[in-house]
């Protein structure tokens, strides 16, 4: 999930995680926005420069990595929801743009359906994952404890922030062209039907065929608050625990799970080749 052009050499960031998760000061810079360290802007630049984007404000970049339970615990205002916001209408127009242009010969109802695929929060969090966005949030001491570095919604969350930052400090064309640079290849995926299939039921019929059973989903915990409530489900193919996988709803954290046992059979036993 790569965006394209970017480089693969990101060793600087990860060695800077613990100064990139620095918890929030509560010191606001002059504009409004939260002041930052000479350390956090050493691991900003790291990030640009592996992004390849230029930023005139280091302050706004890091409004769009601080998460509201940041601003929860500090009685502050100060997160990224807002940018959240911006960035997410922008996302939808820039893929509907480039849907619209590139596939002429679709109707509204594919180009829709395409659409709701690459900006799921499915695809949004793995592109985060890719950019290192984990190593780069600010959580709140609660959040961090609970695994927020690794819940899709706040990795997909801060991906729409970053691009409503971008958007705000060097306009819609540069925004573009970001998004550009992994939802094509989003787009490209969805087209040759890889996210298009029903996971659960292609790993149901191939456990019946090949182990005459049926995959065993599992529970494992919930997290959160009930408005915002994380499931983390693993699912057992023939004594072999895959996961767990999150979702906001257990359904979606079974579809996740069964992704990734169908992933790792495939991979092992090109079970994806088989006919059915």
């Not at 002059?30 to 420069?49: E, M």
């Not at 992004?51 to 500090?74: A, D, G």
């Not at 950019?131 to 959580?139: A, Y």
């Not at 994380?230 to 709803?249: D, K």
């Amino acid at each position: 999930m790569k965006p394209s052009g970017t480089p693969t050499n990101t060793s600087s960031l990860s060695k800077n995680k613990a100064q990139g998760a620095k918890e929030f000061s509560g010191h606001v810079h002059s504009a409004g926005l939260p002041a930052i360290d000479a350390a956090r802007k050493k691991v900003l630049a790291a990030f640009l420069k592996t992004i390849n984007i230029r930023f005139k404000s280091s302050e706004l970049l890091n409004l769009s990595f601080i998460h509201r339970s940041v601003s929860n615990e500090s009685n502050s205002r100060i997160n990224n929801e807002r940018l959240e916001f911006l960035g997410d209408a922008i996302l939808g127009a820039v893929s509907a743009n480039l849907l619209y242009q590139n596939l002429a010969d679709r109707p509204e109802g594919d180009l829709a359906k395409i659409k709701s695929v690459v900006v799921s929060e499915d695809i949004l969090s793995g592109v985060a994952r890719e950019l290192q966005i984990d190593t780069l949030l600010v959580l709140g001491r609660g959040e961090e404890l609970s695994g927020g570095r690794t819940k899709k919604a706040i990795l997909a969350d801060a991906l729409e922030a970053l691009i409503g930052a971008i958007y705000l400090d060097s306009g819609y064309k540069n925004a573009f062209d970001f998004v550009k640079s992994f939802i094509s290849v989003e787009i490209d995926r969805v087209l040759e039907n890889r996210y298009l299939q029903d996971y659960k039921s292609l790993l149901q019929e191939y456990c019946q065929r090949a182990y005459k059973n049926y995959p065993i989903y599992r529970l494992v915990k919930r997290s959160g608050p009930e408005h915002s409530r994380i499931f983390w489900v693993e699912v057992e193919v023939n004594g072999v625990v895959y996961g767990p996988s999150t979702g906001r709803n257990k359904k979606g954290a079974e579809r996740d799970a069964a992704r990734l046992a169908w992933d790792a059979l495939n991979h092992q036993k090109g079970i994806g080749d088989e006919k059915t």
